[in-house]
């Protein structure tokens, strides 16, 4: 799955900082709902549910909230990278700063666990999170998200 069919550069934001991970989930639930026009309490009550279940941190500083929702046609992304990072229990103790959320509809099935699959193995190289984090601007952001996923479809 490719990066492109995930993210659009309006479902990026900077953040100085947050004060917590529900607050991190209303934040990331209101940019899907601003972006695609989601029901962002049903987001955000669908993230919550899953992180119940176990931290969807993944290690060095990136998380991956994800949720399965009525609604979309497709999954779909949001991303928000923090200057402060955020405890969020991660295995590794790291706090997070750099956080892909997934929003997928409730019979994706397949396409959900590709979706997580692509995103995670995007963000598991060091070099580009390095480059993410030290970018602040959201266009360069997607544009590093993307050209990085698009050469490793090809």
């Not at 993230?47 to 993944?58: F, N, Q, Y």
């Not at 995007?122 to 590093?144: K, Y």
Request: glycine letters at 6%; aromatic letters at 4%.
């Amino acid at each position: 799955m490719i990066m492109n069919d995930l993210l659009v550069p309006e479902a990026i934001r900077v953040l100085p900082s947050m004060s917590s991970k529900k607050r991190l989930f209303t934040t990331l639930s209101e940019l899907a709902g601003a972006v695609y026009g989601f029901a962002p309490d049903r987001v955000c009550e669908a993230l919550r549910d899953r992180e119940s279940l176990g931290p969807t941190a993944v290690g060095q500083g990136v998380a991956l909230p994800h949720a399965r929702l009525s609604g979309p046609d497709r999954v779909r992304g949001a991303f928000l990278k923090l200057e402060r990072p955020l405890d969020f229990g991660a295995a590794d103790r790291q706090p997070v700063d750099l956080i892909f959320g997934l929003f997928a509809p409730e019979d994706a099935g397949v396409d959900h666990l590709k979706a997580l699959a692509s995103v995670s193995r995007t963000l598991r190289d060091a070099d580009l999170c390095a480059t993410l984090r030290a970018n602040a601007d959201a266009a360069t952001i997607h544009a590093v998200l993307t050209q990085r996923s698009a050469s490793h479809a090809a």
